[in-house]
């Protein structure tokens, strides 16, 4: 277990370091590759963070819907609290409004399964999981990641090498719900009522007749919410405008193969 700033920095120097997009520099902890600016919040939240039965967990990776999920989560819980014309997700970023939600049992993370504090599988807390098919995603990474340094993104060719080299393992989870940010882009009522389900705020049948869904879904489209990641185009299968046939066929299989006996397939179009 780690005790100090300077424990850290020892664990640091003995993991494999890598570079992200030619911008970040990542260490390979507990199977993944982690940013250097995440360490030390994962290494705290494996040492203090207690997880109750109750709780549940917003896990997203970063730029892959995490705006959404954030304010979906907040108009099912406080639905009763705000009327939806009057919802402060018309005038706040989802991300500031997620801290206050009714409950305090919902926590958003980006840290991968197997960094999660041990509470939270012993516990058999809830976690909600949103993710890009990983084609959409690489091309975002590429794209996004380097302008937070104020960088061009390299050549795609490089990028794509480099991602080879930095394979992440599969992840498996007890008790899930499994969401893909191309299933609210095609049904996105359907996935309210199925991530409502689950939150344990499930909508009455009145709610149902008066159109309540529906009301909750329009208000978080993807075209409404205020502060959606600006450099995400968000469009299903952007990847085909970027990627050759060799570097797609390679990520498929790749994909496949992590994920074979899961049950868990995404659609690339």
């Known amino acids: ?39 030390h919040g994962i290494i705290t939240s494996q040492k203090h963070f207690e997880a109750k039965h109750i709780d549940i967990m917003l896990t997203s990776f970063p730029i892959s819907g995490t705006t959404w999920l954030k304010a979906i989560t907040f108009s099912i819980v406080n639905r009763s609290r705000y009327g939806l014309q009057n919802s402060p997700l018309l005038t ?21 399964f197997a ?21 959409d995603q690489f091309i975002t990474d590429w794209q996004f990641i380097p302008r937070l340094r104020d960088l061009e993104p390299s050549r795609i060719d490089e990028a794509f090498e480099r991602a080879s080299c930095l394979e ?4 498996y989870f007890l008790f899930f719900i499994f969401l893909k940010y191309e299933d609210p882009k095609r049904d996105l009522t359907f996935c309210v009522k199925r991530l409502a389900d689950f939150l344990r705020c499930s909508f009455s049948e009145g709610e149902e007749a008066n159109g309540v869904i529906e ?22 299968g952007d990847w085909k405008n970027y ?24 659609k690339l179009s």
């Open 1 to 39: 277990m780690i005790h100090d700033d300077d424990e850290e920095e020892l664990l640091l120097s003995q993991l494999q370091k890598a570079q992200l997009c030619n911008s970040f520099d990542v260490y390979q902890y507990q199977g993944f590759w982690c940013p250097y600016v995440c360490f």
């Open 92 to 112: 706040t970023n989802p991300h500031q409004l997620v801290p206050f939600l009714e409950f305090n049992d919902f926590f958003p993370t980006h840290s991968p």
């Open 115 to 135: 960094s999660l504090p041990l509470s939270i599988l012993t516990s058999n807390c809830g976690i909600v999981y949103l993710r890009t098919n990983p084609l």
């Open 168 to 171: 992440q393992p599969h992840e």
């Open 215 to 236: 009301e909750i879904s329009k208000l978080c489209s993807f075209d409404n919410i205020k502060g959606l990641e600006a450099t995400k185009k968000g469009e299903v």
């Open 243 to 266: 990627l050759t046939p060799s570097m797609s066929e390679h990520m498929v299989k790749m994909m496949e193969e992590k994920s074979a006996g899961s049950g868990l397939t995404f």
